[in-house]
């Protein structure tokens, strides 16, 4: 008889390694293949944007290698390796070393990129950002003898970066074209005091302005912006956002959206292949956070197992890691009718979101408010059922 070919699995992030592991608890014979395009360490990405602080070298978060991982999964591990083309017909993934491999089932764990920086000037070549343990290592070389950094971008990952970076001593500037940070997730008020406790200690910020040019010249970045003001600094990271990675999706045929098009059962639009994470938008909705990749990888690995399970998804508030200003948010759905009902004094913001009937559908805590996050996740309604 004929062996059954391979699941493969192309990504090695928390998505790709966390469905084998979960896999791997229900079956430990049947083949399978990761593949990935760096040295496939395992290693947390969201740790990245705190790592500073704790001193620890881009190194020193990868926990396993790639070796290790491939021993304790029973698994192929190809590192170093492109996905170039998948061909649904035959059932074959193709790579940059010009080998195929044909796979039973296959699992899209491809993550996302930072979105580049376009910009006059030129400094292109020399904005930074962070994404993954290389491109971490290359901005903490990059920091080791400066004290200035300018960060563009004021949503989570900005906002991160720039209190680790102000607790390790750096003077840093925050640059956003929104008026308030992180303006996506939190009402006004919740998104001033966060700018006031982080401005006092330290984070110069210039909201409300667009980045024009930047230019490097004798070890010195200007940045331009669109009102004529100018700031000088030592290193620019770049922090406007990530894009999810679907090109060999699309080239596939697979149906796309904001993020490659999945059902309840992470299933896509071509039989046998499956998506989840930061690449995958399910049920319409576009998730990139740890807790909901958790929910998946559980559920795809049971379905790889011949168990079809659809994903469910409890509510899960948002830790962000500020811990200079504390704060946890879970923000409603943007379908729900409702109101802020906000309180704040000097020692935080607790902010519901509740519809006419006083049901709870977010929230938003800051400061001592989020010894409230317990009580209120348990009140609040379940993301997908």
């Not at 791997?24 to 083949?31: W, Y």
């Not at 290359?138 to 003898?145: G, K, L, T, V």
């Not at 499956?274 to 690995?301: H, I, K, Q, T």
């Amino acid at each position: 008889m004929r062996a059954q070919a391979p699941i493969i699995i192309i990504g090695s992030g928390l998505a790709g390694y966390n469905v084998a592991r979960e896999f791997r608890k229900l079956n430990q014979d049947s083949d399978l293949i990761i593949v990935a395009d760096d040295a496939a360490e395992f290693y947390s990405k969201p740790l990245l944007s705190n790592a500073l602080m704790k001193k620890k070298a881009a190194a020193e978060l990868a926990t396993a290698t790639a070796e290790k991982m491939a021993a304790d999964l029973n698994a192929t591990i190809l590192k170093h390796t492109r996905v170039v083309k998948i061909d649904p017909t035959l059932q074959q993934i193709h790579t940059s070393n010009n080998e195929s491999h044909t796979y039973s089932q296959l699992v899209l764990a491809l993550g996302a990129s930072t979105i580049r920086l376009n910009v006059a000037g030129n400094a292109s070549d020399k904005i930074l950002s962070v994404n993954d343990l290389a491109s971490y290592a290359a901005f903490r070389e990059a920091i080791n003898d400066k004290q200035r950094v300018a960060i563009i971008g004021a949503g989570l990952i900005g906002c991160e970066f720039a209190n680790d970076l102000i607790l390790s001593d750096y003077q840093v500037s925050v640059i956003g074209n929104t008026a308030l940070p992180l303006n996506q997730l939190l009402p006004v008020s919740a998104a001033e005091y966060l700018k006031n406790v982080l401005a006092e200690q330290g984070i110069d910020w210039h909201l409300g302005k667009s980045t024009q040019e930047i230019n490097y010249d004798s070890g010195i970045f200007q940045i331009v912006f669109d009102d004529g003001s100018r700031l000088e600094t030592d290193v620019v990271l770049s922090a406007i956002g990530l894009k999810p990675n679907i090109n060999i999706a699309n080239e596939a045929n697979l149906k796309i959206n904001k993020g490659i098009v999945v059902n309840r059962h992470l299933e896509t639009s071509v039989e046998n292949i499956f998506a989840l994470g930061d690449c995958a938008e399910v049920e319409n909705l576009f998730l990139p956070y740890v807790m909901p990749l958790m929910n998946s990888a559980r559920a795809l690995a049971k379905s790889l197992n011949g168990d079809k399970t659809a994903v469910t998804y409890p509510a899960m508030p948002v830790m962000v890691k500020t811990p200079s200003c504390a704060l946890v948010v879970s923000p409603p759905a943007t379908t729900v009718d409702g109101e802020w009902i906000i309180n704040s004094d000097t020692d935080g913001v607790h902010a519901s979101y509740r519809d006419k009937e006083g049901n709870l559908h977010g929230f938003a805590l800051l400061g001592k408010a989020v010894e409230d996050k317990q009580r209120l996740t348990k009140e609040l309604p379940a993301v997908l059922v």
